[in-house]
């Protein structure tokens, strides 16, 4: 049973999950939970389901099977995403605004925490400089910055990072892993996926195997 005390419950506690297109099965059913202070490598190869599995979390894919809680208390689709920042393959900016400008209207859309400047999100992501600078200027690496930069500012406890690293030259990819270790420093949590040939954050983590269809279980870490 998922737990129903809030004040013990995990981030998110995900039982017999399953997603399929087209009465295909693409990942499922899953059952696996992530505390707060705690990071699950989602890991498989190309195609397994890894990014179909944070969209089917972060709401952004109709036809999902199974239960989904959040801090101990059932959540739909649609009732998710103001306790979950989801980072993807595309990062979701607006070509023709500025970097400030698409943090401030990324915020608008998804919330921030207030604690945060927009400028200190910046330099933070090694972007100071570029407040002005036009998203579609911006190279890849950068706009992955741009988009931690996001990321940094939301209120989100439960962080859904799906290939966190790609574009990252070394210095972003320990950026990466120092933004995860804080964020679960401080109570939050992530899902991560990878193939495994990156690096993976040096935090408290455990990993759930996607082998495409049927039944995975996180392992121990
Ligand atoms: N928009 C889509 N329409 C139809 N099928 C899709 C779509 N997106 C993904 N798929 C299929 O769903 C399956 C899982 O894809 P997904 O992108 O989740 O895999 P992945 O593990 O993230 O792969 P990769 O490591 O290559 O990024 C694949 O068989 C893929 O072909």
Excluded at 169 to 187: K, Q
């Amino acid at each position: 049973m998922p737990h129903t005390s809030a004040a013990a419950a995990p981030l998110i506690d995900v039982r017999g999950l399953g997603f399929a297109r087209n009465d295909r099965p693409v990942f499922g059913p899953l059952d696996f939970s992530v505390e707060a202070g705690e990071a699950m490598l989602v890991q498989g190869g190309n195609g397994a389901g890894k990014t179909t599995l944070l969209r089917v979390l972060a709401g952004l894919l109709d036809g999902e099977r199974g239960e989904v809680w959040i801090s101990g208390t059932p959540a739909g689709p649609s009732s998710r995403a103001a306790h979950l920042a989801y980072l993807g393959h595309l990062p979701g900016l607006k070509a023709d605004l500025g970097a400030l400008e698409n943090l401030q209207y990324l915020c608008g859309l998804l919330g921030r925490r207030p604690s945060i400047g927009y400028a200190d999100a910046l330099a933070i992501v090694g972007l100071a400089g570029y407040e002005d600078a036009l998203a579609r200027t911006l190279s890849a690496g950068q706009r992955k910055r741009l988009s931690l930069a996001r990321l940094w500012l939301s209120p989100a406890p439960l962080w859904l990072l799906d290939e966190p690293y790609a574009n990252l030259d070394l210095p972003g990819i320990e950026l990466v892993n120092r933004m995860v270790r804080a964020h679960l420093d401080a109570g939050g949590g992530a899902l991560v996926t990878t193939h495994g040939a990156y690096a993976a954050p040096p935090v408290r983590t455990r990993l759930l195997l996607l082998d495409g269809a049927g039944p995975a279980q996180p392992e121990g870490a």
